[in-house]
DNA sequence: GTATGTGAAGTTATTCACAGCG
DNA sequence: CGCTGTGAATAACTTCACATAC
């Protein structure tokens, strides 16, 4: 409701996952969901999906629930998707190779427009339609392209580097798949998906479970 | 201190981000470390990583912090990746070739053992010593190299069918890379990693920020 | 009848603050 | 004196439960 509140990070996850789930019902056809089905496919309650959702305003009708391709709307505009996002890519070896394979982020909000590297092969190639440059050229290609969102997909070691000449550049946010936590402006957020961490949590699940 | 203890999933994932930072003091040969540093690294203060290791024992010593060798095996021991785990991939696309060729779950306790894929033309071939099988052959080759995790790099569309395979097949743990929620046993451990939502996340932050 | 939106209650997680040990 | 380990306090998050609207 109030939208200059503070928005606790795990509901703003959340949001990300009932938007996933409507995407589904949308696909399916079906026109309207209530919080319990929503819910479902987050480990949480239905209570969280409707407080959630209030925290940004009231968006269901009493006694028939959501209306799927409204709410769709309603949490892109939240989440700021409505509008395509500019990014380039940092590392155009396998996994930024298998990053910018994936169609899945343009539908969604995120249109990659350049990747580099350092690699002299590489430098010149498209992949997908994305043009590799030469690392050399990193701020004049954000400069050009106007790009907001930089993925880091580099070894570990030049993370931080990077990092310093990504903010010079402008960029506001950064995914970062290396696994060394990085140092930028407190203007410029960050956000690390470590794969290793997601297999480590089943480890210890595991574990726990046979003793 | 108690093992039994239920530990909160956010500590858990600290301790992973922990061992990451730990990791990087002992290739430095820093000796020492107190839970200033690993708390900086982990935006938490430096009471959250005295607690969150004491949900495990007492491994520091007053005045002087912890050993930095010793903590990163009692971290090891305690997200059970000291053993290596034996894991499959599904999925030989772009991603599945990142993540065989991505060597640093082998260091932390994760060996990737097979992959799968229907694509007859990567059927047979092998990836950095991995061999690809096709899928049919998913129930036989868990049980011949006593596979207990399992990475799904599918399209989304695939996941639960496969997922229910794996779990028949004795697969205790499934690291997720499609984005619709997976229906498994209770003894079945699951753990996502959905890239778009990071993305979502800083979008929302950037957004917010720029009124 | 059904399902939202929300005060109040409950639960979980983080930080404070300091005694106690090296 | 520095830094851990932890009881007590605080903050953050989730769920309950129900009045309210359709």
Redesign the pocket.
């Known amino acids: 409701?109030n939208e200059n509140e503070?928005?606790?990070?795990?509901?703003l996850h959340?949001l990300s996952a009932y938007l996933r789930q409507l995407e589904i019902f949308s696909i399916r056809n079906i026109s309207h969901?209530?919080?319990?089905p929503?819910?479902k496919y987050s480990?949480?309650?239905?209570?969280?999906?409707?407080?959630?959702?209030?925290l940004f305003?009231?968006?269901?009708?009493?006694?028939?629930?959501?209306e799927v391709n409204d709410l769709i709307e309603t949490l892109r505009r939240i989440l700021g998707t409505q509008q395509q996002w500019g990014v380039v890519l940092i590392g155009a070896g396998a996994l930024g190779m298998a990053l910018m394979r994936y169609s899945g982020f343009t539908q969604r909000g995120f249109k990659i427009l350049a990747a580099f590297d350092t690699n002299p092969y590489m430098i010149g190639t498209t992949v997908e339609d994305v043009q590799i440059y030469s690392l050399d050229d990193l701020e004049s290609v954000i400069n050009k392209t106007a790009a907001r969102i930089a993925i880091l997909a580099t070894p570990s070691q030049y993370a931080q580097k990077i990092t310093n000449r990504l903010t010079t550049a402008g960029i506001e946010g950064i995914l970062d798949f290396a696994t060394s936590s990085l140092e930028v402006p407190s203007q410029t957020h960050v956000t690390y998906v470590d794969i290793t961490a997601h297999l480590e949590e089943l480890s210890f699940q595991i574990g726990g479970n046979n003793p």
């Open positions: 409701m503070k928005i606790p990070i795990p509901s959340r969901a209530s919080s319990r929503l819910a480990k949480v309650g239905d209570a969280t999906v409707r407080r959630d959702l209030a305003g009231k968006f269901g009708r009493r006694g028939v629930g959501y």
